[in-house]
């Protein structure tokens, strides 16, 4: 007996992105927190959507920790592009931030 695979899985009830776990297609219908959506966009598989719509300057949580933040607005079940993300952890962990905390 075969089971439809899920098209998004949410890691941690936290998060306000959900991963895309087969490939899938414009148009698509989807269901995210109980709400029919329609894809936008093709999604890859590892690839992010936003779980609620995102205005620039939010934090994208994964994991159910902020991973970067928005530079431009997204809206629910849309794509959450590297190219639309900025990552706030790279800023603030380089290796002038270590040495500095290692007491160089």
Known sequence: MAFDKPAFVLIHPDDNVLVCCRPCRIGE???????AMILGEPIGVGHKIARCALLPGDQVIKYGLPIGSVT???AAARHV?????????????TRETASLRKGR
């Open 29 to 35: 219908p989807v269901e995210i927190d109980r709400t």
């Open 72 to 74: 431009q607005a997204v």
């Open 81 to 93: 592009h590297g190219h639309n993300m900025k990552s706030d952890y790279l800023r603030s962990h």
